[in-house]
Nanobody, 127 residues
Framework: QVQLVESGGGLVQAGGSLRLSCVASGHTFSRSNSGWFRQAPGKEREFVAAINWSGSRTTYADSVKGRFTISRDVAKNTMYLQMNGLKPEDTSVYYC????????????????????WGQGTQVTVSS
């Protein structure tokens, strides 16, 4: 059974940084495309960033491009989201997710293409 556990969220001032972590059990990130999504109250879940199964390709939402970096440590079976230059509009619950289709050459940005999700971690950016 695949389990994903996020951590690293918190309260930060605008312009600050946070690093989110997603630890997987029952699964290895080297055999799936993986991503980060976020959902603010009253809004739909939206794509943030994704990395392909080999780690050779990353994709970002335009709203975070140049500020956020997705990465992973296969040895630790952990995926990361480094968030710099945070803005109040980045305030959301952040979720990690995996797409178990392997090998999948297409990295999806739609939430319904992902099979397993973590419980989420709250990120709050104050102005």
């Amino acid at each position: 059974q695949v389990q994903l556990v996020e951590s690293g969220g918190g309260l930060v001032q605008a312009g600050g940084s946070l690093r989110l972590s997603c630890v997987a059990s029952g699964h290895t990130f080297s055999r799936s495309n993986s991503g980060w999504f976020r959902q603010a109250p009253g809004k739909e879940r939206e794509f943030v960033a994704a990395i392909n199964w080999s780690g050779s390709r990353t994709t970002y939402a335009d709203s975070v491009k140049g500020r956020f970096t997705i990465s992973r440590d296969v040895a630790k079976n952990t995926m990361y989201l480094q968030m710099n230059g945070l803005k109040p509009e980045d305030t959301s619950v952040y979720y990690c997710a995996v797409d178990l289709r392997y090998p999948n050459t297409y990295v999806y940005t739609q939430p319904n293409e992902y099979d397993y999700w973590g419980q989420g971690t709250q990120v709050t950016v104050s102005s």
